[in-house]
Structure formats: structure tokens, C-alpha cells
């Protein structure tokens, strides 16, 4: 598995696991996929998919480089409170990415994330009622080895 998919995979993992409905407000129901549906698509609600973007290098001296890698999460409510219902899921989405900026995506080989950010945040500000839909775009640092 490459990296890239194996970080996006460790992302969707922790999503699976915190947002449970016992940690944070919103409980997936295990509706994390590393792996790009639209919402006409969307059969489960609320449910999350990802999927990785482009990938940019920052190459340093002694043949030490850092990897940069973009993951959008497409984020996925229906229901008559669905735009308050994706409001909680993006700040409960937030809070488990910013408590897991680094973030173990091989255990055979103990790789891991050196840092998680959020860069951006969009909604469909209602427009697709009774679907509310949700976008957070983030930024994966590693390192290459």
C-alpha cells in the first residue's frame, strides 16, 4: 500500500473510531470511507469520504524531504436539521483532526504523520436541502523515507 493511501486510511480510521457518539456529539456509525462518493450517491447519512490530492515535496539538505500531501473529506447529512447536523459533524471532524496531527499510518514500519492541519472548510450553505453537504480540505506534513 503507498503512503498516500495509507494516510488517508489511518485519517478515515480515527474519524471511525472517535465519532462514535460517545466522545464527540456526532456518532458516523462507522460511514468513514477512504474512498470519493457525491451526495447524490449517499445512501447512509451522516457519512464521511476522502480522498487524496495532489502532493508537493520540500527537498532540504542531507537528503532529508518532507512530503506535503492535500486529503479532502467530503462531508454528508440529510434530514430536516441537516445544515445544524453538518455543523456539529465539521467541528467534531475538526477537534478529532487537531487532537491527531500526528498520526501512526504504518505500524510495521511506525511511520507517521508529523503534522495534520485543517486549510479550509466549506458548506453547500443550504442549497441542497434536505442534504447539507460539507467539505474539509486538509494538509498531511511527512516524511519521505
Not at 495534520?116 to 458548506?123: C, G, K, M, P, R
Amino acid at each position: 500500500m503507498t503512503k498516500r493511501t495509507s494516510i488517508l486510511k489511518a485519517v478515515i480510521t480515527k474519524l471511525n473510531e472517535n465519532l462514535d457518539g460517545s466522545t464527540y456529539e456526532t456518532n458516523v456509525y462507522n460511514n468513514a470511507y477512504p474512498k470519493i462518493k457525491f451526495w447524490d450517491e449517499v445512501n447512509d447519512f451522516p457519512s464521511i469520504y476522502g480522498s487524496t490530492g495532489s502532493e508537493t515535496r520540500d527537498y532540504l539538505p542531507g537528503g532529508f524531504t518532507w512530503g506535503y500531501i492535500g486529503i479532502s473529506l467530503k462531508l454528508y447529512c440529510k434530514g430536516e436539521f441537516a445544515q445544524d447536523q453538518l455543523e456539529q459533524l465539521l467541528e467534531d471532524v475538526e477537534s478529532v483532526i487537531d487532537k491527531n496531527r500526528v498520526l501512526e499510518y504504518d505500524t510495521t514500519n511506525h511511520y507517521e504523520t508529523t503534522e495534520i492541519l485543517v486549510v479550509s472548510i466549506t458548506t453547500d450553505e443550504g442549497l441542497l436541502f434536505p442534504y447539507a453537504v460539507g467539505e474539509i480540505n486538509l494538509q498531511v506534513r511527512y516524511q519521505l523515507m
